[in-house]
Every structure is written in C-alpha cells, then in structure tokens.
C-alpha cells in the first residue's frame, strides 16, 4: 500500500458580508465564502498565492463565479 503525502490545510470560513478576507500570509489554506449562510465558492491556496490585494480580489472573484451563475441565472420566459 502506498502512502500518500498529505498536507494539512488551515481552514477560513469567510463571510462575505464583512468583506473581503485578509491578504492570505502563504499558509496552505482553503477558504470557504459565505453569504448570509448561503456558500458562494471555495478556494485552494497551496502552491500559488496572490502577490497583493488586487490579485487576491480576483482571486475570490474567479472562486465566486460559478456560484453567482448558479443563483442568478438570467429569467426565460
């Protein structure tokens, strides 16, 4: 049996209601957004990290996308 190489991960629930999270520090983490309870996307950090704000803030975007696209789907009639 082969062992695999695991890597423990910090885990962040974000509201998103309070804002964007910090600037991650370079932790292996995985960050979960929330909206008023509902979850709105995740995201790994664990070998490219943002270099500053901007880039973390597209990084939480691109995590949200998917969500935003689930729950506000354009109405047919």
Do not use: Q
């Amino acid at each position: 049996m082969s062992k695999t190489a695991y890597s423990p991960r910090k885990i962040h629930h974000c509201r998103l209601e309070e804002g964007i999270p910090p600037l991650p520090t370079g932790e292996v983490a995985y960050y979960l957004f929330w909206f008023n309870n509902i979850p709105m996307g995740h995201l790994w950090l664990d070998s490219v990290y943002p270099k500053d704000l901007a880039e973390w803030e597209r990084f939480v975007l691109n995590a949200l996308k998917k969500a935003f696209s689930y729950y506000f789907k354009p109405l047919t009639p």
